[in-house]
C-alpha cells in the first residue's frame, strides 16, 4: 500500500529531523500539529543533501550528490521515490505548491560547497546564502501560511532575513569545522586565520539585522506557527550572544552551544511570550 509506504517515510523525515537537531526539532514539536509533519519532510531533504557535501569525506561526493539530485528530480516529476526521504518531501512540495524554483537554488548552494572554498565577493556570499538557506526559510513559509498567497508575500522578506540570521549564526560558531575540518571560508572580506575583536563584530552587526528583519514577520506569522518559530528564533538569538562574548580565538577553538536547562529556559520564556502576545528582540 502506498499510504503505508507514505507514513513509512513521514517516520524517517521525522527520526531525521530529531537525530540531527534536538534544537530544530524541539521548536517544530511547537508548530501546530497539522503542519508539523511537513517541516520534518523540508528538514529531512535539506539535511540529506547537507550531509553529502559536509560529512561524506571517504566517498566520491560528486556522484552521490549527483544521484541525489537525479533522485530528487524524479521525485518531484513522478510523485513517489524509493529514497523515503525524498518521497516525503516530494509530498510537501506538491501539497503547498513549494516553487522549484526554490529546490533549484537549495541545490545549486549545496553544490557549491562540493568545490567552492571561499567566498570573496558579497555578491557570492549572497547567493551562497540566499540558495542555503533564505529559500528554506520560504519553503517553510509556505508550509505556514498553508496557500494563503498574500501572507507568503506579505513575509517573503523576513522570512529570508531569519532564514539568513540561523544560516550565519551557524557559520560563526562552526568557524572550527568549517575552515579546518572542510576548509571553507564563508565571510567575504575577513581572515579567519587572524579573526579579531573588530571582524567579529562586523559579522555580529550583520547577523542583527537579520534578526531584527525577520522579527517583523514572526509577528504577522499564524498563531498555529508563530510559537514555533519564535522558539526557534530565542534559541538562535541566544545562540548569538553567547557568541557576541565569546573571546575571537575561543570561538574558532571550541563550539558554542546552549544547555539543555537553558533550552528549557527559552521554550517557557517563548511560550509565555506568545500567550500574552510579546512576541520581542530578547534582552
Not at 531525521?16 to 534536538?22: H, I, N, P, Q
Not at 547537507?50 to 544521484?67: G, M, Q, T, W
Not at 510523485?79 to 541545490?107: G, W
Request: glycine share 4%; aromatic share 12%.
Amino acid at each position: 500500500m502506498k499510504s503505508l509506504f507514505d507514513q513509512v517515510s513521514y517516520r524517517c523525515s521525522k527520526q531525521v529531523t530529531e537525530s540531527y537537531s534536538t534544537s530544530f526539532s524541539l521548536a517544530t514539536k511547537m508548530l501546530d500539529i497539522s503542519i508539523r509533519q511537513d517541516i520534518y519532510n523540508i528538514y529531512g531533504f535539506v539535511r540529506f543533501a547537507d550531509e553529502i557535501v559536509d560529512s561524506f569525506h571517504d566517498y566520491d561526493k560528486a556522484s552521490l550528490f549527483e544521484r541525489f539530485e537525479n533522485d530528487l528530480d524524479n521525485a518531484l516529476k513522478k510523485k513517489i521515490s524509493l529514497n523515503p526521504i525524498l518521497n516525503a518531501f516530494q509530498h510537501t512540495f506538491h501539497k503547498y505548491e513549494i516553487p522549484i524554483e526554490l529546490v533549484s537554488a537549495f541545490m545549486k548552494s549545496m553544490k557549491m560547497d562540493l568545490t567552492k572554498e571561499a567566498y570573496i565577493t558579497e555578491e557570492e556570499y549572497k547567493e551562497y546564502i540566499y540558495g542555503s538557506a533564505d529559500v528554506v526559510g520560504l519553503m517553510c513559509l509556505k508550509v505556514f501560511v498553508k496557500g494563503n498567497m498574500e501572507q507568503y508575500n506579505n513575509l517573503k522578506d523576513a522570512a529570508m532575513a531569519l532564514g539568513s540570521a540561523f544560516q550565519k549564526v551557524n557559520f560563526l560558531r562552526d568557524l572550527k569545522a568549517d575552515f579546518e575540518g572542510l576548509n571553507r571560508t564563508y565571510f567575504p572580506n575577513t581572515n579567519l586565520n587572524a579573526l579579531d575583536e573588530a571582524a567579529k563584530a562586523r559579522i555580529i552587526e550583520e547577523i542583527q539585522e537579520d534578526f531584527s528583519n525577520g522579527l517583523a514577520g514572526i509577528v504577522l506569522l499564524p498563531k498555529e506557527v508563530k510559537f514555533g518559530v519564535y522558539t526557534a528564533y530565542i534559541y538562535y538569538y541566544k545562540l548569538l550572544k553567547k557568541l557576541k562574548n565569546t573571546p575571537p580565538l575561543e570561538i574558532k577553538n571550541t563550539r558554542i552551544r546552549v544547555a539543555n536547562h537553558q533550552k528549557m529556559g527559552l521554550l517557557v520564556k517563548s511560550y509565555l511570550s506568545c500567550k500574552f502576545n510579546l512576541v520581542i528582540k530578547p534582552s
